[in-house]
């Protein structure tokens, strides 16, 4: 019988590492032909138009690598992927799949806080209390009053609705805006038709109900939906 000799064996081991390591990376090879910068890509022969989601960083998984070295990922767990994240060094582009769309109504799976100012994915609300409290928020009623927020981008968060376990949302799953404003928290809702009076160093005048039910405030202090807010 032959056996292996100990540098056969390593050099064995080696191999099978390199292999192991070349299915998990793709060796660096492409896995869509394009990149963050292109009107669409190609993926395992699906076309993938440009777009604009957000996603949580919980709803993400590296896939591989576009032509020019940019990370590859395959959003909401979908096989075959609706959603692709191409990530380069200085940009980044969403795309999805020809005939899919984003969620816009259904149930709500999740609330992505602030991804669009802060380009942050990292703060979410998934639990059900947290959802059950953006409700009552959404669910608010009231003469809405005149406020002026001192810094729009530091005193308050926007929030966006991830429908269905789809992993992304958009513009149009706004649920509104929370802030601190002149010793009150505020909510300005999405059909508030609100003017946005914009002055120095980003203070802005805005139209919002006033939040005055104590226990929620407390909740949403204990949230990450005020999370940065400087109150």
Known sequence: ?????????????????????????SCGKAVISGNENSYSV??????????????????????????????VYSVGGFD????????GSDNSGCFIAQGETVPTSGTVSKALIDPGVRSDNSKWLSKKEDLDMLEEI?????????????????DGNSFYYVYDESG???????????????GNWIYIPPDSNCTYDWGEANSVTVTAIAIKDKDLIQRMCSSDLTKYIEY
């Open 42 to 71: 190609e993926y395992n022969g699906v076309t993938y138009d440009s777009t604009v989601f957000y996603n949580a960083d919980s709803d993400r998984k590296r896939i591989g690598m576009a032509e020019n070295g940019a990370y």
């Open 138 to 154: 959404s669910s608010l009623t009231g003469e809405l009053e005149t406020f002026t927020i001192d810094n729009y981008f530091t």
């Open 168 to 182: 992304v949302s958009c513009e149009e799953n706004w649920g509104g805006y929370v802030a601190y404003a002149q």
């Open 80 to 87: 075959p992927p609706k959603y692709l994240l191409v990530v």
């Open 1 to 25: 019988m032959r056996y292996c000799s100990k540098p056969a064996k390593r050099a064995a081991a080696a191999l099978a590492l390199l292999t192991g390591y070349c299915l998990l990376s």
